[in-house]
């Protein structure tokens, strides 16, 4: 059974660091494209982070450029976000999906969708 499984997540003051991963199983990530996304209380879901595992090829929104990084560990088949200089804006649940077609992962079209991994950051 194919499946994301998100972890990482946690308390951490402004301008602290977070890593957050995101395991596949059922499925290898070889042949797929990630996404992170977030969600704040009260706000839609919005787009992080992409990456195209095929030529490792990276987006990111320009709330996040310059703070966070998108990777990925094929051999464990994890997606890494390593996120730093957070702000309180940055508290949201996080999210990841994966879709075999980038463009479904970046418009939040996609087939596999984690369970969610809740950051505050908080003063």
């Known amino acids: 059974q194919e499946k994301l499984v998100e972890s990482g997540g946690g308390l951490v003051q402004p301008g602290g660091s977070l890593r957050l991963s995101c395991a596949a199983s059922?499925?290898?990530?070889?042949?797929?494209?990630i996404g992170w996304f977030r969600q704040a209380p009260g706000k839609g879901r919005e787009g992080v982070s992409c990456?195209?595992?095929?030529?490792?090829?990276?987006y990111y929104a320009d709330s996040v450029k310059g703070r966070f990084t998108i990777s990925m560990d094929t051999g464990k088949n994890i997606v890494y976000l390593q996120m730093t200089n957070l702000k309180p804006e940055d508290t949201a649940v996080y999210y990841c999906?994966?879709?075999?077609?980038?463009?479904?992962?970046?418009?939040?079209?996609?087939?596999?969708w984690g369970q969610g991994t809740q950051v505050t950051v908080y003063s």
């Open positions: 999906a994966s879709d075999a077609t980038y463009t479904k992962v970046k418009v939040g079209g996609a087939r596999y």
């Open positions: 059922g499925f290898s990530l070889d042949h797929y494209s």
């Open positions: 990456i195209v595992t095929t030529d490792n090829s990276t």
